[in-house]
Every structure is written in C-alpha cells, then in structure tokens.
C-alpha cells in the first residue's frame, strides 16, 4: 500500500510513476508536483497537483481534457479505457446502457465535442462516493451543454481534479473518518419533506417535527444529552468534566427553503454531530461544554419571519410574532400548539451571555468564490447586512388597444424601471449587491394594461453605510418612478440586519487549523445571512465555509458537496475545538 510518507520520499521519476493515473496520461501533473515536496497532508498533495493544471496554461490543459475518454464512447465499447476509467464508468452501469440511452449519450458526446472542443467529462461518482445513475449522468450533460465554453472548460477541469481526488484516496487507501457519514445523515433527512418531488421542510410541518426528532435522537446516539426546545430548535450537549465551565455554541438551521438543497444549513449540525461522536467513541471530552444546535427556523418559508430559532437562543425572539398566519391561515402559536411546544416557555431558551464562549458555524458557501479558487474551504471575515422591503404597486388598469402609450398608468412598468434601478445602483460598487427575488402582475391579462405589481427589494452589503446608502437612493428612486408614471407605491420594510464582523481571535484560530490540515486559509465575506448573524448580539462569531459544487448554486435541488470537502472541515472544526484558547 502506497503511503505519504512513502511518496515524499521517493526519486522523482517513482514519484511520478506512482500518480500517473490520477490525471488520464498526463505525467506532466505529478512531474511538476514533485518538486514541491514534502506535503504535510494529502490535502497539501491534492492542492499540489491541482496548481500544476492551473499553471500549465490552456493548451495544456485542453490536451489533459482531450485525454479523457468520452463516457460510454468508442474507446469504451473496444475496451480501450485506462483500468482507472474503467472501473469508474462501470461503477455507474455506462457499460450497462441500453440501446437508446447510448444513442443519448452518443449524440450529446458529438454535440458537446461539436461545442467545446474537448469531451465531456463528469465523476461519475456522486458526492457521497456511490456511482451516478446514467440518468443523472445525461441530465447533467444536457445541463452543462447549455454552459458558455470558458465557464465549460473551467468546469471540465474541476471535474478532473475530482476524479484525481477519488483514484489518489484509492491510491492512498483514505478512510474518511467524518464526510462519509455527514453525507449519509443528509440523505436521510433529505428524504422527509412537505413536498413530494422536491426538498421543502418549512417550520413546524410534519416533515420539520420529523426532522427534528431524527437529530435529537442522532445527538443522543452520538454521546450527547438532548432536547428540543419550545421553539424547536434541537439542542445537545457534549459536557466538559467541570460543570463550571463555558459554553461553545456550534450549529445552524435544519429548515429549508422550497426546493431547496440538502446541505444548506443542515451541514453546520451534521458536521459537529459527527465530531462528538468521535470524541465520544474516545472517551475525550473538551475543557468547555459544547453545544450542538439545530435551529428550527432561519429562512422565513412559512411564517415570513427569519432567525426564529436563533433569535430564541439571544432572548429577541419576537412574541407578536406568535399570531403571524401562513398562507392557510393557521398562526404561528397554533403551529407550534400542533407540534406539542410551549410558547410560555419561549423566554427561557435565551442564554447568558457571560456562560459563553462563543458560536462557531460551518455552512456550504452558497457561492462560486471557493469553488473558482479550488479550495474546500474559507474562513468568513464577515456576515453581509441586509435590508428587505415588499412593494405593492397600484396604477390603473385599463384595455391594452384603446389606452394611448401616453395616458397608461402601467403598474408593471413602473417596476420593470425599478428593477433596472437596483441594477444599476448595485452594479459595481464592491460587496454591495442589490435583488429583485419576487415580481408578480395579479390578475394578469393579455389584453389589460396592469393596474397593480408586487415586488420585493433585497439589498446586501458587508459596510452597513454603502448599504444605507443604496436603499435610500433606490427608494428615493422609487418614489420618481411612481411619480412619473402616475402609480401608487406601498413599501413595507421586512428586514432589517445589520452587518455581522466575525471575531479576529476566533477568525485567527479557524485559519490556523486550515493551514495545518494542508490549506491555505481563505478569507472571504458571507453574502447571505446566517444564525450566526443573530447570535452576534450575545456573543463572539466565527464562520468556516465549504465548497459548493455544481458551480456554486445553492437554495436550489442542484446543490452538491463532496464527502471529502465534508470530511476536511470537520478535520479543521474538530482541530478547532481542541485549540481553542
């Protein structure tokens, strides 16, 4: 069996030998690689070799492409694969297609070489390590036909680097001690949900109660006393020999958006529920209790109010909140009446803010930014504030043949100018981003000019005076439009948060156990929200991203990771913890 330590200490030329297939004939990569050596890790090792690709420029880089087989091609219907290509399209059943599936997959491969001038290339083993289905495999080549060919080459050679990942842990024989099981916990979750063809787990569904009964019982398993609490979130905890100590606060959300992904939120409680475990399985206890918490509420589905579970956590939870109705009409203390939860006991959930040490929360990046840089992993600087608004508009309706363009009172076009406005105000201007998410004409008619349109207005920045400052100009802008045009607007502000600054000790500390599993430690902002916005009222934050895949989309059935990514940070968080001063 082929070690590290074996590969840091060989002649070159062995070296190269030995990870000559991780890359399909190219030993060009290895060679380059090999002058880096020692690696401190196979991280280090994986990022070595990645940053020889980078650094040979495109025309190498088209050739490694071009080395690649096509998948359920010639060369594999002759037995021509390499024994690594093999195996991996066999994993799949691509030497298993039926007749009309290789007339797909041969008119995509000619179609996609016809594109982009290099073969399509995927591993084919999915995210948890299993093999795709081939029906996932041609859905997936359909999509990225669609892609532009530099946005495709980029993507093509993340790929790559994918499938050198899987063959060196073969090569290596890793055994992931954490992702494995992170991903499979995720599965299992995913599966429970308010709709039948998609993931959606609004507050207090059955599928939410489900899930939540599902983690408390997990966080028992794995060593913890737990408990779901009056708003719902789940809590273990994993308690330090001496009952004087503090508390770490560790976790995110278990609720989603519609349709949403499976590892949005749910990976920041997974992943230190699979650390406990560990600790516990080795009789090793921390020297500050820790908590694991899955906070019931964070995305505002059902009842439009976001950070419910956080906000219970730091004594904000707002009580008038309780009689918000969801769209069939049942309130938000009726729902949580159903699911057998106390609302008298709200107020006690809040913490003190003196026990604390502070909360720490792992989440997928929901973003392109480490995925472009190829890094599993980011430390956050800072969590963007944020300012929502819903607007209703009113102009007149009227018939669309007889009205002149002169005389229209266009409720529609007054925000299709809206919406241009907040591009173009947001466009830019650094980390502020500006967002029209909802826009709908009701009533709409072909032949009727709209007399009303609702929108939504999201505006984010990371200064809370850039973002101040941009919602004042659009809303200003707003109101010239209406005027202009003759139409009414109500504006009612939804949200209103301001920019959450991580903590430099603890930002310190999360950067240096990235740095010794291998890594450099990435900083980059959050521009979406988080739990850990919330509980910086009562206490220090931290965040540590992971790598989103499928270029980046979140809050969307297409988000992916991978159970290496998973496995790597909670190396990291697990390092964390036992450093932490």
Same mark, same amino acid.
């Given at each position: 069996?082929?070690?590290?330590?074996?590969?840091?200490?060989?002649?070159?030329?062995?070296?190269?030998?030995?990870?000559?297939?991780?890359?399909?004939?190219?030993?060009?990569?290895?060679?380059?690689?090999?002058?880096?050596?020692?690696?401190?890790?196979?991280?280090?090792?994986?990022?070595?070799?990645?940053?020889?690709?980078?650094?040979?420029?495109?025309?190498?880089?088209?050739?490694?492409?071009?080395?690649?087989?096509?998948?359920?091609?010639?060369?594999?219907?002759?037995?021509?694969?390499?024994?690594?290509?093999?195996?991996?399209?066999?994993?799949?059943?691509?030497?298993?297609?039926?007749?009309?599936?290789?007339?797909?997959?041969?008119? *995509? @491969?000619?179609?996609? =070489?016809? !594109?982009?001038? %290099?073969?399509?290339?995927?591993?084919?083993?999915?995210? +948890?390590? $299993? #093999?795709?289905?081939?029906?996932?495999?041609?859905?997936?080549?359909?999509?990225?036909?669609?892609?532009?060919?530099?946005?495709?080459?980029?993507?093509?050679?993340?790929?790559?680097?994918?499938?050198?990942?899987?063959? *060196? @842990?073969?090569?290596? =024989?890793? !055994?992931?001690? %954490?992702?494995?099981?992170?991903?499979?916990?995720?599965? +299992?979750? $995913? #599966?429970?949900?308010?709709?039948?063809?998609?993931?959606?787990?609004?507050?207090?569904?059955?599928?939410?109660?489900?899930?939540?009964?599902?983690?408390?019982?997990?966080?028992?398993?794995?060593?913890?006393?737990?408990?779901?609490?009056?708003?719902? =979130?789940?809590?273990?905890?994993?308690?330090?020999?001496?009952?004087?100590?503090?508390?770490?606060?560790? #976790?995110?959300?278990?609720?989603?958006?519609?349709?949403?992904?499976?590892?949005?939120?749910?990976?920041?409680?997974?992943?230190?529920?699979?650390?406990?475990?560990?600790?516990?399985?080795?009789?090793?206890?921390?020297?500050?209790?820790?908590?694991?918490?899955?906070?019931?509420?964070?995305?505002?589905?059902?009842?439009?109010?976001?950070?419910?579970?956080?906000?219970?956590?730091?004594?904000?939870?707002?009580?008038?909140?309780?009689?918000?109705?969801?769209?069939?009409?049942?309130?938000?203390?009726?729902?949580?009446?159903?699911?057998?939860?106390?609302?008298?006991?709200?107020?006690?959930?809040?913490?003190?803010?003196?026990?604390?040490?502070?909360?720490?929360?792992?989440?997928?990046?929901?973003?392109?930014?480490?995925?472009?840089?190829?890094?599993?992993?980011?430390?956050?600087?800072?969590?963007?504030?944020?300012?929502?608004?819903?607007?209703?508009?009113?102009?007149?309706?009227?018939?669309?043949?007889?009205?002149?363009?002169?005389?229209?009172?266009?409720?529609?076009?007054?925000?299709?100018?809206?919406?241009?406005?907040?591009?173009?105000?947001?466009?830019?201007?650094?980390?502020?981003?500006?967002?029209?998410?909802?826009?709908?004409?009701?009533?709409?008619?072909?032949?009727?000019?709209?007399?009303?349109?609702?929108?939504?207005?999201?505006?984010?920045?990371?200064?809370?005076?850039?973002?101040?400052?941009?919602?004042?100009?659009?809303?200003?802008?707003?109101?010239?439009?209406?005027?202009?045009?003759?139409?009414?607007?109500?504006?009612?502000?939804?949200?209103?948060?301001?920019?959450?600054?991580?903590?430099?000790?603890?930002?310190?500390?999360?950067?240096?156990?990235?740095?010794?599993?291998?890594?450099?430690?990435?900083?980059?902002?959050?521009?979406?929200?988080?739990?850990?916005?919330?509980?910086?009222?009562?206490?220090?934050?931290?965040?540590?991203?992971?790598?989103?895949?499928?270029?980046?989309?979140?809050?969307?059935?297409?988000?992916?990771?991978?159970?290496?990514?998973?496995?790597?940070?909670?190396?990291?968080?697990?390092?964390?913890?036992?450093?932490?001063?």
């Amino acid at each position: 069996m082929t070690t590290l330590s074996d590969l840091n200490a060989c002649d070159p030329l062995i070296f190269v030998a030995t990870l000559r297939g991780m890359y399909e004939h190219s030993p060009w990569i290895p060679a380059a690689a090999a002058a880096l050596r020692p690696f401190t890790s196979i991280a280090a090792l994986k990022q070595a070799l990645q940053a020889a690709v980078y650094a040979g420029g495109e025309d190498q880089q088209l050739a490694l492409l071009r080395a690649h087989p096509e998948l359920a091609g010639k060369a594999a219907i002759a037995g021509e694969l390499t024994a690594e290509s093999t195996c991996e399209q066999a994993a799949s059943g691509l030497n298993l297609c039926s007749a009309e599936e290789y007339a797909q997959l041969h008119a *995509l @491969n000619s179609a996609y =070489n016809a !594109r982009f001038g %290099f073969p399509f290339i995927l591993a084919v083993k999915g995210p +948890t390590g $299993a #093999g795709l289905t081939r029906q996932a495999i041609i859905e997936t080549f359909a999509r990225r036909l669609k892609n532009q060919r530099g946005d495709e080459l980029a993507e093509a050679l993340r790929q790559v680097h994918r499938i050198a990942e899987i063959r *060196l @842990n073969d090569l290596l =024989n890793v !055994r992931l001690a %954490f992702g494995p099981a992170i991903m499979d916990w995720a599965e +299992t979750i $995913a #599966g429970w949900s308010d709709a039948a063809d998609n993931l959606t787990c609004a507050y207090m569904t059955p599928a939410h109660v489900r899930t939540a009964q599902q983690l408390r019982d997990w966080m028992e398993n794995a060593g913890m006393v737990a408990h779901i609490d009056a708003v719902g =979130n789940v809590v273990g905890r994993y308690a330090a020999a001496d009952p004087a100590a503090k508390t770490l606060i560790t #976790g995110s959300h278990y609720d989603t958006v519609r349709d949403g992904g499976k590892y949005d939120g749910r990976l920041g409680i997974l992943l230190p529920l699979a650390i406990v475990r560990f600790l516990h399985g080795r009789g090793e206890r921390l020297p500050y209790h820790l908590e694991v918490v899955g906070f019931a509420e964070e995305e505002g589905v059902r009842f439009r109010s976001t950070f419910l579970g956080s906000n219970a956590l730091t004594g904000r939870f707002d009580l008038t909140q309780l009689d918000q109705v969801d769209a069939d009409g049942v309130a938000m203390r009726d729902a949580l009446a159903g699911a057998g939860h106390d609302v008298a006991a709200i107020a006690a959930i809040a913490r003190d803010p003196a026990t604390l040490l502070g909360f720490v929360e792992v989440h997928i990046e929901q973003g392109p930014v480490l995925l472009e840089r190829g890094l599993p992993l980011g430390v956050v600087t800072a969590i963007a504030g944020s300012s929502r608004f819903l607007v209703a508009l009113t102009g007149l309706a009227s018939h669309a043949g007889t009205t002149p363009m002169s005389m229209r009172k266009d409720a529609a076009a007054a925000a299709a100018e809206i919406v241009l406005l907040v591009e173009a105000r947001c466009s830019g201007r650094g980390a502020l981003v500006g967002t029209v998410g909802q826009l709908q004409v009701p009533n709409g008619s072909v032949n009727v000019i709209p007399g009303a349109c609702h929108l939504s207005l999201d505006i984010r920045a990371a200064d809370d005076v850039a973002r101040l400052e941009a919602v004042a100009d659009i809303l200003a802008g707003l109101d010239a439009i209406c005027a202009r045009r003759q139409v009414e607007a109500a504006v009612q502000k939804v949200v209103e948060a301001s920019a959450a600054p991580c903590a430099p000790r603890l930002m310190a500390q999360l950067g240096d156990a990235v740095e010794r599993a291998g890594l450099p430690s990435y900083e980059l902002l959050s521009g979406a929200g988080h739990d850990a916005m919330a509980m910086s009222a009562i206490t220090d934050v931290a965040m540590l991203f992971t790598r989103c895949g499928n270029g980046g989309i979140s809050h969307n059935r297409l988000e992916t990771m991978t159970a290496d990514d998973a496995d790597i940070a909670a190396v990291v968080l697990l390092d964390f913890f036992r450093g932490l001063r």
